[in-house]
């Protein structure tokens, strides 16, 4: 379900974007499911159609939806979702990286942290 907050400064467009990529991810939505249509949404969420027209627009660039033409817009299979996400993730990893980088944190001390986690080990 998607909630939108109407306070907030973020768009509504990025609200509703971000809500879909979670559920995608969270398999809320199933590859090649097909999403409501823009005016069914807009409509269910009571928003211009625009903001939902950019929603699936972004969500299209993103990799996490496609569309077909006269059908409508389905999620993309989860190889390309976990693809995008797996991308985002990196990215995230890598600014991290950096500025412990730049707080001193050894390449060893790094490496060392992946080892541990990646090992499921919860005591550091």
Known sequence: MIQLN???ARPLYEQIKESIRK????NAFLADEKLPSVREMASQLAVNPNAIERAYQELEQDGYVYRRKDEGTFVA????VN???RRELMQKFDLVVRE?????VSSNELAERVEVITKGDKTF
């Open 6 to 8: 109407y306070k907030e």
């Open 83 to 85: 693809e995008m996400r």
């Open 23 to 26: 559920m995608v991810i969270s």
């Open 77 to 80: 299979k989860e190889n390309r």
């Open 100 to 104: 412990l980088s730049e707080l001193s």
